[in-house]
């Protein structure tokens, strides 16, 4: 059974539509609204034992009490699901704005200390036009700081941002256009900015095969450095090769083969993003991926379910069965964590 690294959940089916139609993407009418119940039969038919659930990117927000908030209540109701249903899902958390670095950092302690989360969501970039700053912004370093004293693993989503010119065709939507090229800079800009090394704990999973990021690190090494980064071209190209990779609607011949010959295998993981794309879209990436490693079982056990166990060896335990666990204490979860099943 696999363990699906990149799964969202949506809360609110109104305004993921509204988000949808600036994007210029539809998501199956069958998976909103969203139901717990809409991901645990689709995970049964695809074979998927776990999945870590994110919520949807959120780049574009205002700080304030309204954002923190939202976020709290998301992360709240991710963790009444892992307590519902703790062999099924695990969760990244969300983060208000990160311009809001004392809610973040805030979220971050909840999140981990009282929820239990298994790592947190971010998105390439937060705000609004010039004003936005990507990750790696000096501005958000005492987050990376206590993500790197946590040793926490961060999901990484490409924001949905418009070009400054409309996408090419209503069948090239900023999902398909965008997202990937918003993935890769950000990974680019936590490597040039010395943030990948810097905050070297931290275990960072780029979506989607990271976008663009394995066609364009080469070009990277070279130019930035060129450019007047410090790290050597062989540093960057390292760097790049630092993080993890998950296979949401990215899996094929020539993508895979590009993947294996750029990092070990055991950086690479599986996802669906699911329900932001139907089953059957799945199952064709997913296809893609068993025909690929065909004659290489144990790899195909690895990408799907075993490197995700290493990352997170928490996954699909109790609070209980954490507990237990030598030398770990979780007595805050276990105190202030309930489950509300009206909720669910």
């Known amino acids: 059974m696999r363990i699906d690294v990149h799964h969202h959940f949506f809360l609110d089916a109104q305004k993921k539509a509204k988000k949808n139609l600036q994007a210029g993407w539809q998501t199956p009418h069958e998976n909103l609204p969203w139901r717990p119940q809409t991901s645990l039969s689709a995970m049964d038919e695809l074979g998927v034992q776990t999945a870590i659930l994110s919520p949807p990117p959120m780049p574009s927000a205002s700080c304030g ?8 209540q ?17 969760f990244f958390a969300g983060l208000p704005l990160l311009d809001d670095v004392e809610g973040s950092l805030a ?32 501005l ?18 490409g924001a949905q941002t ?12 900023l999902p398909i256009s965008e997202v990937p090229n918003e993935t890769y800079k950000a990974a680019a800009h936590l490597v040039v900015s010395g943030k990948k090394r810097r905050f070297s704990n931290v275990k960072i999973i780029l979506a989607h095969l990271g976008g663009s990021t394995p066609f364009l690190a080469a070009r990277v090494a070279a130019l930035s450095h060129y450019m007047g980064c410090p790290l050597t071209p062989h540093e960057i190209i390292e ?68 490197n995700a166990l290493r990352l997170f060896p928490n996954l699909g335990k109790t609070k209980e069965e954490r507990q237990s666990i030598p030398g ?5 979860i276990a105190n202030n964590c309930t489950t509300d099943n009206n909720a669910l």
């Open 162 to 173: 418009p070009s400054s010119t409309p996408y090419p065709h209503p069948w090239l939507g």
């Open 239 to 306: 760097d790049f090769k630092s993080f993890y990779y998950e296979t949401a609607l990215s899996a094929h011949e020539t993508t895979l083969t590009a993947m294996v010959t750029f990092i070990p295998v055991d950086r690479l993981l599986f996802g669906s993003d699911f329900p932001a794309v139907s089953t059957k879209t799945v199952e064709w990436y997913t296809r893609n991926l068993e025909g690929y490693f065909a004659n290489r079982p144990l790899d195909l056990a690895n990408v799907t379910r075993n």
């Open 107 to 138: 979220e971050i302690a909840f999140s981990f200390d009282v929820l239990g989360a298994n790592g947190v969501a971010l998105t390439s970039y937060y705000g609004d036009g010039n004003s936005a700053k990507y990750v790696a912004d000096d």
């Open 328 to 332: 770990r204490s979780n007595t805050s």
């Open 74 to 90: 998301q992360n709240t109701y991710a963790s009444k699901l892992c307590t519902t249903y703790p062999k099924r899902f695990g």
């Open 65 to 72: 009490e309204g954002n923190r908030v939202e976020v709290r």
């Open 140 to 157: 958000y370093d005492p987050i990376w700081q206590e993500l790197d004293r946590r040793r926490a693993v961060v999901f990484l989503h």
